[in-house]
């Protein structure tokens, strides 16, 4: 058996290819598939099948795309409402690719439609089987219920199929079962994933928290509550998986704008280089979401699917890497870029400051306001004092908290998600906005203060 797993960070995303006697099969592709053809040339086999354990909401999959360049067929739990040719499955259907056996087994509760692959290698019958578990049960967690309400079902009644799907399909296997999710630390798709990428059934049965003995009535209460918030961008992409994506090279590429250009531009500029460089100097009214982080994840969930887009770069590589990326998410719609040494214009600035420069300002009594835009949970579990805390992707509607007349300071976890939010402040005419470096995470290192909510203590008792 030829097995190995592709992991992309940014979105958190995992895609697997087995292969046996020159044939092989995908399981939950990205949206750019030639690394799986070239996997497939290279051990001289032949794409079979194209598996999608569900419908994703966090990123658009290429499965259409592949089987086009290669002829393989598309499978996807019977319960998939899909508009191409499909080859559906439900429990108990098998397909074989060369000596692997594929069982599949129905698994609903994050999606309806959810199928678990179960995978033997029948050359070698003492090896452990790999399971792929999609977004049912992830390593450290279980896939978040809340995510298919418009389609007339409750965070509560999914998270109850998950439950049983847990309980009837996947924990009655053996110990040594592997474990491959689609998703690990980073995604939305849970809330508390673990950074290990695959594990063995056992070892969740013994420190995954929600596979610990308790009620369906528990497990529901448990799996539904303290969810993150759904980005905007979940639903188009989950509905253009099921309708299928156009292909990468068919895209329309962005055309090279002058300075004028980009000052008349109808759309939202993105710079995308780091905060360091884009606060030493940058476009007016441009926002700054870096390559160096969860880049797609946030422009999807800050800017709505289909809204015109302008890429600030440093260079036409980072613009390259900016569309393809872009496109992961569904946005399709990149209409031009500048290269940032181009540009002729005024550039304004937003200083980055240090911690201990923030937290003198507080010494000297003059309470500077800082707003700390990290999630609720992050933000309880350890904050500096006198933060406001305004997770970013409410930041662009939820003012009131701030005063835009005073000099604010922007906080995260790394100084990544800060720029951000500090780039929304310019554009909403805050005066005077800086970003603090090292975020959070400096603001420990550094021995200051912090402290943690109600909430949070609450919750480790």
């Known amino acids: ?52 354990t569900h419908s994703h909401a966090d990123f658009v999959s290429g499965h259409v795309e592949l089987s086009e360049k290669t002829g393989a067929e598309i499978v996807f ?32 509760g994050h999606t309806p439609e959810g199928i678990t692959i179960l995978a033997e290698n029948t050359a070698e019958p003492g090896e452990p089987k790999k399971l792929f578990t999609g977004d049912t049960l992830f390593i450290g967690d279980v896939g978040r219920p809340d995510l298919v309400g418009s389609k007339g079902y409750t965070a509560a009644q999914m998270a ?94 962005p055309k090279q704008l002058s300075t004028d250009e980009v000052f008349e531009f109808d759309g939202v500029i993105i710079d995308v280089r780091p905060y360091s460089e884009y606060g030493a100097g940058h476009i007016p009214n441009s926002i700054n979401i870096g390559l160096g982080g969860q880049f797609a994840s946030w422009a999807g969930s800050m800017i709505p699917i289909g809204t015109r887009i302008a890429v600030v770069a ?39 400051v240090s911690v201990n420069d923030v937290h003198a300002l507080g010494q000297a009594g003059k309470n500077p306001q800082i707003v700390d835009v990290r999630r609720p949970a992050e933000y309880a579990n350890g904050h500096a004092p006198g933060v406001v805390n305004i997770p970013l992707d409410k930041l662009p509607k939820d003012f009131e908290k701030i005063d ?56 480790t008792n």
């Open 1 to 52: 058996m030829q097995f190995k797993q592709f992991y992309l960070g940014c979105l958190s995303h995992a895609s697997y290819y087995l292969g046996s006697e020159g044939e092989a099969a995908i399981i939950d592709p990205q949206r750019d598939v030639q690394q799986y053809i070239d996997e497939a040339e290279a051990n001289g086999q032949k794409i079979k099948y194209v598996i999608e």
């Open 77 to 108: 739990g019977e319960r998939a409402n899909t508009r191409f040719a499909t080859h559906k499955v439900t429990d108990g259907d098998t397909l074989t690719v060369g000596e692997i056996k594929l069982t599949f087994l129905e698994t609903p």
């Open 160 to 253: 109850a199929m998950l439950y049983d799907s847990l309980h009837g399909k996947i924990l009655p296997l053996p110990d040594e079962t592997e474990v491959y999710p689609a998703h690990g630390a980073g995604s939305l798709c849970g809330k508390s994933l673990s950074n290990e990428t695959w594990s063995t059934l056992g070892n969740q049965r013994r420190f995954n928290y929600a596979l610990q003995p308790m009620s369906k009535d528990e497990f529901v209460k448990i799996v539904a509550a303290d969810q993150p918030e759904v980005p905007a961008y979940f639903p188009t992409s989950a509905a253009k998986n099921l309708e299928g994506s156009a292909a990468l090279e068919e895209l329309v590429k």
């Open 314 to 352: 440093a260079a036409q590589a980072q613009v390259d890497e900016a569309f393809m990326r872009l496109a992961r998410v569904g946005h399709e719609s990149v209409a031009g870029f500048i290269l940032i040494g181009d540009y002729t214009g005024e550039r304004k600035k937003i200083e980055q």
């Open 404 to 459: 835009p007349s005073v000099p604010t300071y922007v906080l995260c976890q790394g100084g990544y998600r800060s720029s951000l939010g500090a780039s929304i402040l310019e554009n909403a005419g805050f005066k005077k906005i800086y970003n603090i470096a090292g975020g959070t995470s400096a603001w420990i290192e550094a021995g200051l203060e912090t402290e943690v909510s109600a909430s949070a203590c609450a919750s």
